[in-house]
């Protein structure tokens, strides 16, 4: 909710910011005016990625307390289909049991409809949607109604609490699957996240060194275009960098609106730098790599210290 919060204050400041630029630019210069709209564009960027980010988590979140909650409803259910077989003679009525009948066939209908909830995420959890137990519940439960029907409420009561028993072992086996893939999903993080604070660090000292290089060149320099080769290349690099990024920050709620901040200013200080150097611009150009170096070391920095929070929660 608070990132929801920040999201909608960020895209009402660039609305503000937007409209504030069409009505002076008629009165400022074309550099500044350039200026302005580029950094209005990086501010959109910053809030499409997180409102992108934000959605998939807010999905997986819905997918993972609604199975929580549908296993503890069915502990509810198979608690009611015990106190239904302890009943005796005509208190075990038919009617009562054929609720419990509908009431587990709902609640089925709502398990197989999160799986395609599961489903549409872009990466599904590995989740049991499809309990080989179920079957047999709806099997017992039936006879029971059956068995009811001709008044057979000894018969009746063995397929009761057999029913019962099914569903406590499969809410049992819910609720360890929560807990087994909710380790396995914090070691899974833990290890893409050093894997992409290595790519990222890797990237910065490459970058660091195509900086230096730079500094003493000119126009007139004959390598000139080798290095906006090479810083080409760099971008490329942290675009695999970010990709990685990307897809652990939809599952994972840690990497959040300050990591996307500081991505999106190392790419609008890439396409600064390649621009700039093009030009001829070498002193705006080693600039904008200063920016690209500072950005990628504070954001090695963030990940840094989200990775130990992740070790420590293991």
Sequence with gaps: EDRMQKSAEELKKNEELLKELQEYQDKLEPE????????????SKKQKRNLEQLLELTKRYYVQQKFEQLGK????????????????????????????????????????????????????????????????????????????????????????????EKMQKQA?????????????????????????????????????????STKEMNRLSSNLGKKLKMQKELEGAFEHVDDSLFALATRNPKIGQEVNKEVTDVYYYLEKSLEQIAEFEMQQGQVSQQFVLKGANTLADMLSNTLDAMNNSI
């Design 32 to 43: 500044e005016l350039k200026e302005k709209m580029d950094k209005a564009k990086n501010n």
């Design 73 to 164: 409803e069915l502990e509810k259910m198979a608690q009611k289909q015990k106190d239904q077989s302890d009943k005796i003679g005509i208190k075990n009525k038919k009617e009562d049991q054929d609720k419990l009948n509908e009431e587990y066939k709902n609640w089925e209908k709502e398990l197989k409809e999160l799986e395609d909830e599961n489903d549409g995420l872009k990466e599904p959890m590995p989740m049991e949607f499809e309990p080989e137990e179920s079957k047999e519940i709806k099997e017992e439960q039936k006879q029971s109604s059956n068995d009811l029907e001709k008044s057979k409420t000894p018969q009746a009561q063995k397929k009761q609490k057999s029913a019962s």
């Design 172 to 212: 049992a086996s819910m609720s360890a699957q929560m807990s087994a893939m909710s380790q396995e999903a914090m070691k899974e993080d833990s290890e893409s996240l050093r894997q992409i604070l290595d790519n990222l660090i890797v990237f910065s000292k490459k970058e660091e060194d195509l900086m230096e």
